[in-house]
Each structure stands twice: as structure tokens, then as C-alpha cells.
């Protein structure tokens, strides 16, 4: 059994291990740049130790990381989602040194983050892939043939790429011929390879992903799925579970689909099978993300399973804690992103010191963040500050929760992306579950909000009031 776990990473995803570990009775271990030193995970976990000043690197050092599990006693580690959570280079280290890796096998994290080779897996185990290149592109002539020969719009995509990064839709000719090698420069420099392909377009798309679990023992079973096809430059804002937008027999459909994509790379542990989902009602493979997603708090909300002890307990050896018949969902969860960024600024990240901030309570509502009242805010890292989650039974109700939640919720000291995800809740379109990945292209009018503030004779009145209350 697991005793002790280093937690790889940082910020809401490392507070969330933590818990879980003290919840299990596992003892936890914090890792902190400088730039974290005063970092909220640093202060909920059992132990903590300074990796270096580098506010990027030391999250990036496999060898350190493992090294400073072995002198600290820990029998495992836990990557998170980002930094090295998909880099097969720190599996293979935890094997060698004898730490137990929380995730899937090298194997699988090689076959699945080669996106050209995870086509050909799905090819194989007859998941649909959509239209593109059979390997990676050798140039941009030919690129340039395959479109021609698929039809435009397309898309070329990093072949290492993930996290919305290494993408660009080329509509034509010119827009091909221009993006092809700024994503080779991109991919080289986010994923160390230049390695691109190509696939054909699907034009305003729903973007729809299944959570899966695998265990060591040949159990696999899927925990529904998740609409995440509110998003803007690739970068997912709002995810919601299960879809509003599907049938039940397109859920059992796309949720077989999952099951067997993870099953043709025998899959370990947890996992998100992702497919775009096109106007004619047909799934197509995207990519697995071969880690725990942001978004998986929403699918523990509707089927009460917690994701990340079912990874523990998976790495322990143990198999799987509930059956495919086991697993029940109920209602709906809605998920925001709450980022340091002005909307009103072209999203620009918006840093400094949290002056105050109130986590949004009452029924059906889950908070993970990693800021409290009086945190800097670094600029090193993703603007993610909080993540909002909500549930409620039926759909209306989740939607009414959602607004009340946000509305609760006060971050001060630097700008959010709340008064923009309140717009989003009073569009028809979202209110009726029924929108796609160009859903925020299409309403550019929803960053024409005005930020909703006590009119000044209300604030003087309670002023008045606190003053009066204190005798003075």
C-alpha cells in the first residue's frame, strides 16, 4: 500500500492530490519553486521542499523530482495535469529509481501523446479518425497535396501537441502555406519536436471527451462524458456533464467508443478518450489525454466516484472500485474556469495580489482553488486562479445554481473571467444546451458588459450602518 506521495506539480491540481492523500491517510509532499514559496499547496501538505529558483524549470527537472521522492521516503508520484504529467521521460525515471508512477505506462503515454500514431491505433481498433495525413507531414508541398485531395478548411496540428497549442485552421491555399512553418517553430519550442500533420476541418464541431479508468487487471469502464466545447482558441472555458446536446443512444455510442479506444492501447489508469462531434451527428477520434483533465471534477459530481483515489488505488495494484453497472449518473455539473485574465483586453492575464476573495458555498457547489486573501498571484504560470464547479438534478437548476455560485464568488485585486462567464448564462443558445467550439467567435457581443458594482448610496448606506453598529 501507498504510504507517502510527491505531488509533481502546483497551484489548485496540487492542493487537490493533497486532499485526497489525507483523506486516504497517505502523506503528502509538496514541491515549490521560489516563485511558490508562499504557494497554497505548500501549506496543505504534510511536507514541502524548494526545487530552485526557476519558476518554470524546477517543475520540469524529471531527474530532481524523482531524486528528492527517493531522499523524502516517498513510494509514489503523483504528476497532475501539465508540466511533466504527459512526458514519458519521468515514468521511465520513477521505474528505474523504484517510485510508483500515478498514471498510465510508458507505453501508452508514448503511443497516445504521438498523435500520429495514436491515429493509427484507432485506425486499427476501428474508432473513426477524421480525414488527414497517415503519418507525419514531410513539407509544406505536402501539405499543401493532401489538402488539396481532402478539401479546405483543415487543420495542421503538432504531432506532440496538446493544451490547445501547435494548431492552426488554414482555409486556403495562402493560410496553409503561411501557417506551416510557425507551427513547426511552435511545436519545436512547446513539445521539442517539429514534427506536424494535417487533418480535415469539421466546421463548428461539438467537442465531446470520455473520462475512462483502467486498471492492472484488465478492468475498463468509462464515467460518461463531458461537453467542452465552449472554449475559445482551443483553450476550453466551460465544461459541462454529462452533454446536453446528446442523445442517450449518441452517449452509449460515444462512451463504447471510449472504452474501446482505451482498451486498444491497454490502458492504465485514468484517462479522456476526445472527439469532435459533427452537425450530422458522427464522432470522430481527436487525441487521449493520457493524465487527470482539469475538467474532472464535473464527472465526479455526477457519478460520485473520486477520480483521484481510483488512480491511487489503481497504482497500488488494486482493481477497479466500481463495475461498469456500478456506475450511476445524476444531474448535471457545469465547471468554469475562473482565469486571471481581462476579457475586455483581448483575455490578457491579469497578475498581482489577491486583495480579497470569497469562495462561493451552499448547496451543490465545489470550489478548488489555489488563492486566498492576501496571495500574489505569479505571473509564471497558467492564469487559472479557481475552478468553479456546480451541480444540481435537472439542467434549469444547474444553470441557476451557476449564476448564484458566480455571483457569490469575489475575486479582488486583479481581473477575471467571471463577469464574462455570467454573459455566457443569459444567452439562449447556452441556456438551451445547444452551441459548438464557435460558440464565443460568434458573440463577440458578450464582452460588452459592465461590471456589476452596489450603486454608491447603497455602499454609503452600509458604511453607515458597520459605523453605526460599532458606536461610532
Known amino acids: 500500500m501507498i504510504k507517502k506521495i510527491l505531488v509533481a506539480n502546483r497551484g489548485e491540481i496540487a492542493v487537490r492530490v493533497v486532499r485526497a492523500c489525507a483523506e486516504m491517510g497517505i502523506k503528502s509532499v509538496a514541491i515549490y519553486t521560489d516563485a511558490d514559496r508562499h504557494a497554497l499547496h505548500v501549506k496543505k501538505a504534510d511536507e514541502a521542499y524548494n526545487v530552485g529558483p526557476d519558476p518554470v524549470g524546477g517543475y520540469l527537472n524529471a531527474h530532481r523530482i524523482v531524486n528528492l521522492a527517493v531522499a523524502t521516503g516517498c513510494d509514489a508520484l503523483h504528476p497532475g495535469y501539465g508540466f511533466l504529467s504527459e512526458n514519458p521521460q519521468l515514468t521511465e525515471v520513477c521505474n528505474r529509481r523504484g517510485i510508483i508512477y500515478i498514471g498510465p505506462s510508458v507505453d501508452a503515454i508514448r503511443r497516445m501523446g504521438d498523435k500520429t500514431q495514436a491515429r493509427a491505433a484507432m485506425i486499427a481498433a476501428g474508432v473513426p479518425v477524421v480525414p488527414g495525413s497517415e503519418g507525419n507531414l514531410k513539407d509544406v508541398n505536402e ?100 452533454s446536453p446536446q446528446l442523445t442517450e443512444e449518441q452517449r452509449a455510442a460515444v462512451c463504447d467508443l471510449g472504452v474501446r479506444a482505451a482498451r486498444c492501447v491497454n490502458y492504465e489508469n485514468a484517462g479522456t478518450v476526445e472527439f469532435l462531434f459533427d452537425q450530422e451527428g458522427r464522432f470522430y477520434f481527436m487525441e487521449m489525454n493520457t493524465r487527470l483533465q482539469v475538467e474532472h471534477t464535473i464527472t465526479e459530481q455526477i457519478t460520485g466516484v473520486d477520480i483521484v483515489q481510483e488512480q491511487i488505488r489503481i497504482a497500488e495494484g488494486q482493481p477497479l472500485s466500481y463495475a461498469q453497472d456500478q456506475i450511476q449518473r445524476r444531474g448535471y455539473a457545469i465547471q468554469f474556469r475562473i482565469n486571471a485574465e481581462d476579457p475586455k483586453n483581448d483575455f490578457l492575464p491579469s497578475y498581482g495580489r489577491i486583495t480579497r476573495y470569497y469562495a462561493p458555498g451552499g448547496p451543490g457547489v465545489r470550489t478548488d482553488a489555489a488563492i486566498y486573501t492576501g496571495y500574489e498571484f505569479p505571473p509564471h504560470y497558467d492564469s487559472m486562479c479557481a475552478k468553479l464547479t456546480v451541480w444540481a438534478l435537472t439542467w434549469d437548476k444547474a444553470l441557476a445554481r451557476a449564476r448564484r455560485a458566480l455571483l457569490d464568488m469575489g475575486v479582488h485585486g486583479v481581473k477575471t473571467t467571471k463577469p464574462f462567464y455570467l454573459e455566457i448564462l443569459g444567452t439562449a443558445e447556452f441556456q438551451a444546451g445547444k452551441f459548438d467550439t464557435g460558440f464565443i467567435e460568434k458573440h463577440p457581443e458578450l464582452l460588452n458588459y459592465s461590471i456589476r458594482r452596489p450603486p454608491a448610496d447603497l455602499a454609503a448606506a452600509i458604511g453607515a450602518a458597520i459605523a453605526a453598529h460599532h458606536g461610532l
Open 143 to 242: 501539405a499543401l497535396k493532401l489538402a488539396k485531395k481532402i478539401g479546405y478548411p483543415v487543420m495542421l496540428k503538432a504531432t506532440s501537441g496538446g493544451g490547445g497549442r501547435g494548431i492552426r485552421r488554414c482555409n486556403d491555399e495562402d493560410e496553409l502555406k503561411r501557417a506551416y512553418e510557425r507551427v513547426v517553430s511552435e511545436a519545436t519550442k512547446a513539445f521539442g519536436s517539429a514534427e506536424v500533420f494535417l487533418e480535415k476541418a469539421i466546421v463548428n464541431p461539438r467537442h465531446i471527451e470520455v473520462q475512462v479508468l483502467g486498471d492492472k487487471h484488465g478492468n475498463m469502464i468509462h464515467l460518461f462524458e463531458r461537453d467542452c466545447s465552449i472554449q475559445r482558441r482551443h483553450q476550453k472555458l466551460i465544461e459541462i456533464a454529462p
